[in-house]
């Protein structure tokens, strides 16, 4: 099989992972070296289906010796099987970078023969990358579910960003959909990299020469609505991966069949991606907007595909509402929809000079559509005038209800389903 071929087949089969953003890496280029990851970082685009893809985000091999039931490179499934050897994917991606197709690499890897075996050899891509092409640019390493220490030492102290996927929100989930995993397996390496960087910090303070170990730190991913799981449950799961394991991202993918289990939704049932758009909101809120999930989610277990997150609660807290746009603190401001953390910054600063009034926080990057039912400008109120909830969230709502930003069509993820979907063979 040739290279080119190998690249198709593989990089068809990287693209249901959707953790590949690049930030957070400081990683400088060097002379005589190829790339910078702090300057450029990974060329970010977005696939149709929304999804954030680096121009090479590639599996290692795709010949599994386990049996997830959502994964297409599962081992009864029947696709072609395909896999790099570590020099041939190395060169590859140094001569991608020498003609300007990508700025880093995204490699994961279907289990081949053991965990810590297809540790060795995504490694040894990263070792021939940087130690012999001399490969600067940005790297993010899947690490294995069942990797030891040892190879994920080595992961981190070559790659930018390493991350572990905890795959389902329930461990009943895993033993059902993907029983050669467990928790256990999964979390033990997310505690290693913690540990590790805990180290690498220690280290680095007492000898400025040690070499820095994943300098953008670790993220996950979690498929969203392969089981029964509530929007509830996601939330409350990924805040403590990021309390626990101090994650820099944990992203959500929307359910996409291509087989048929029991346990699996079937095949025409679509989870809408703008659920995964709604959880991307809600993590967002928790992050920077100091939300916790139980707020989030205090009336219903699944988050409302009519309003984002922010307005829902918004909308159910009228007792906390309006505030006084001169006066309110910043964690105030945070709640109020319409108000992002740079403008509600912004309008702290800008109130020392002067009163302001909706002209002037428009300026200051505010969604007055939206602010204006939550907030008072010197006393004057420019929102509804009645207390209907139903008038406002028809104000509010951006779903597809309200004719928001994602058609009905664009609601369900975007990927030809075959006609006869292989029934997925008994897990061992
Ligand atoms: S381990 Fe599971 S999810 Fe990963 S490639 Fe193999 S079958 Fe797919």
Known sequence: MTTAEKLCILGEAARYDASCSSSGSGRQGRSGGLGNACMAGLCHTWAEDGRCISLLKVLMSNDCVFDCAYCASRRSAETRRASFEPRELAELTAEFYRRNYIEGLFLSSAVVGSPDRTMERMIAVLRLLREELGFCGYIHLKVIPGAGEELVRAAGLLADRVSVNIEL???????????????????????????????????????????????????????????????????????????????????????????????????????????????????????????????????????????????????????????????ADLATLLRVPGVGVKSARRILAARRARRLDVEDVRRLGVVVKRAVFFLTFGGRFYGLKSDSRALLRAQLGDGPAAGGQMTLEECVPRISVPAALPAVGAAG
């Not at 280290?203 to 498929?223: C, K």
């Not at 509530?230 to 990021?242: E, G, M, V």
């Not at 359910?255 to 995964?276: C, F, Q």
């Not at 707020?295 to 219903?300: A, H, R, V, W």
């Open 169 to 327: 929100p329930s461990e009943n989930g895993l033993k059902l959909l993907a029983p050669q995993k467990t928790r256990q397996r999964i979390l033990t390496p997310m505690e290693d990299i913690r540990w590790l960087k805990l180290q690498n910090a220690e280290d680095r303070r007492r000898y400025r020469g040690a070499p820095l170990f994943a300098p953008a730190g670790q993220s996950t991913q979690m498929i969203v609505g392969a089981t029964p799981d509530t929007d509830r449950k996601i939330l409350l799961l990924s805040a403590a991966l990021y309390r626990r394991y101090e994650m820099k991202r944990v992203y959500f993918s929307a359910y996409v069949p291509v087989g048929r289990h029991p346990s699996l939704p079937p095949p025409d049932a679509r989870v809408p991606l703008r659920r995964e758009h709604r959880l991307y909101q809600a993590d967002w809120l928790m992050r920077f907007y100091g939300f916790t999930a139980d707020e989030i989610t205090e009336d219903d277990d699944q988050l409302d595909l009519e309003l984002d997150p922010k307005c829902a609660w918004a909308v159910r807290h009228p007792e906390q509402f309006p505030v006084e746009v001169n006066t």
